[in-house]
């Protein structure tokens, strides 16, 4: 057999586990594929009619339905590659016979899907978008797609680093699920934290998905800003736990094989 | 040629440690068929797979310069929910083949395997005898130095061995294979030499037949 360079290897292990996935995703459940698509139009109309009932039409100097289609997407992206990547090893354990699959690849080859997934569901938001005339003008929008880019390194970080305790410790991942609901009311995904009393603000700013939020939002429409943002902050979380995960992960990975 | 070096594997159990091996050293010389004999749980599976670089030594090292196959067991490396040809396709694509190839190889497998209809199934849905001659059949359409066999040409009714044996002979022309088996006549016919697990220790025979001579002493002084 001709030698393959590890670079090689490692894209044709990728390409395999990705069509593997987004084949499973289509032929396995198709429920779930339905509500993969229609989940982010579903929390947008709902949260647009709550809105409606309690406050009125009037109110925002922004599209609030935009507003809302880009924080789902964005937040959307960051559970699931969360939750795909807790599950990963386990849920891909007898791949691991074949040597050139290692744990980690699993999980990249996972947020590749949500990454591909999350871009079908941009595309078709905007082509809502386009139809029914919502606000498309976007400020700044290397900084979105920056905003994006980054969201998906840290979900990684994130994902790595509780995949590796959850192969372990199996009641973290419980947890987990249980947190993220939480977190989707404490992330600024339906409101901006300009919107909250200051108080709470400080409390909210801990939470480092909120930053992301509002970077994201900050920059997409023309009457918001990023001025609560902590780039430093986000930059400390994210290499915190890039940097803890892949440790704990290079130390366990043999034991993590052989599971 | 494969080396361990000073290599010790255990599982902890309830009663402590249970050693596969123990501060092993020893250099298995290339070009040969090697059979693998041993008591169960002596620890046949878990050396085939330390070779596969599935499972690793608590100390010590393996080195090897040549190419493993996966451990080729019954039906292990396949995702249930998938058909058998996406399987085939899976293992294809990860060891980089082109498209045309995997085509051909997929004709190849589904001819072999003898599955039918059942090639288009989730592999849930297979017997482990099925299975185990996806797996077989897929191996065969890879090229490697050394297969790591474990039991799979016990596959089958005695049709499907007679033609797998055959197709391991052919095979082993150009590639050489590890093969653990309970079954003496399998080994006498497609191994050169012979190794022996047992009680932490590895022992090396350059002729399956003193290999076959020692296991049976162990199994009588073990009564």
């Known amino acids: 057999m001709i030698a393959r360079k590890p670079l090689q290897i490692f894209l044709a292990v990728q390409k395999a586990l990705f069509l593997r996935e987004l084949g499973m995703r289509f032929s396995v459940s198709k429920s779930g594929l339905f509500w993969t698509f229609f989940e982010p139009f579903m929390q947008v109309l709902v949260m647009v009619l709550i809105k409606v009932v309690l406050f009125g039409k009037a109110g925002d100097n922004f599209d609030f339905a935009a507003f809302l289609a880009l924080n789902f997407t964005a937040y959307n992206m960051f559970r699931n590659i969360l939750t795909k990547s807790m599950g990963s090893f386990t849920a891909n354990k007898g791949l691991f016979v074949y040597k050139q699959v290692k744990p980690i690849d699993t999980i990249i080859a996972r947020v590749m899907v949500e990454v591909f997934i999350t871009g079908i569901i941009i595309l078709s938001f905007i082509a809502i978008g386009i139809y029914f005339d919502f606000d498309l003008n976007i400020q700044n929008l290397p900084m979105v797609a920056f905003g994006f880019v980054w969201l998906v390194l840290f979900s990684f970080a994130l994902g790595l680093f509780i995949a590796v305790s959850n192969t372990f410790y199996p009641s973290i991942g419980r947890s987990i699920n249980v947190i993220m609901t939480f977190i989707m009311f404490g992330s600024a995904v339906f409101y901006t934290i300009e919107m909250i009393p200051t108080q709470i603000q400080t409390l909210l700013l801990y939470n480092p998905l909120t930053h992301f939020m509002e970077m994201i939002h900050g920059h997409y429409f023309l009457v918001l800003d990023d001025r609560f943002v902590d780039y430093h902050y986000m930059l400390l979380w994210t290499l915190t736990l890039l940097y803890t995960g892949l440790w704990f992960y290079r130390r366990l990975e043999e034991r993590i094989i052989s599971l | ?223």
């Open chain 2, 1 to 223: 040629m494969i080396t361990l070096n000073n290599v010790t594997k255990y599982f902890h159990t309830k009663q402590g440690r249970n050693y596969i091996l123990k501060d092993m050293s020893i250099t298995i010389p290339s070009e040969t068929n090697i059979g693998i004999l041993g008591r169960n749980g002596a620890g046949k599976s878990t050396i085939m797979r330390m070779l596969g670089h599935i499972e690793f030594p608590n100390k010590g090292s393996i080195t090897s310069d040549h190419t493993f196959s996966w451990p080729l067991g019954l039906g292990g490396g396949f995702v249930g929910k998938m058909t058998g040809k996406a399987n085939v396709r899976f293992v294809c694509r990860l060891y980089g083949r082109s498209e045309k190839q995997i085509n051909e190889i997929i004709a190849f497998v589904k001819d072999f395997s003898e599955l039918g209809n059942y090639f288009d199934m989730p592999i849930e849905t297979y017997s482990s005898g099925m299975k185990g001659r996806l797996s077989f059949g897929l191996s065969l359409a890879f090229d490697f130095d050394y297969m790591l066999i474990d039991e799979t040409l016990s596959v089958g009714d005695a049709r499907f061995r007679k033609k797998s044996k055959e197709a391991l002979m052919q095979k082993i022309e150009h590639c050489h294979v590890l093969l653990v088996s309970h079954d003496m006549g399998t080994l006498k016919d497609i191994c050169d030499a012979g190794i022996v697990v047992n009680q932490g220790q590895m022992y090396y025979y350059n002729d399956i037949n003193d290999a076959i001579t020692e296991y049976e002493n162990i199994n009588k002084k073990a009564g």
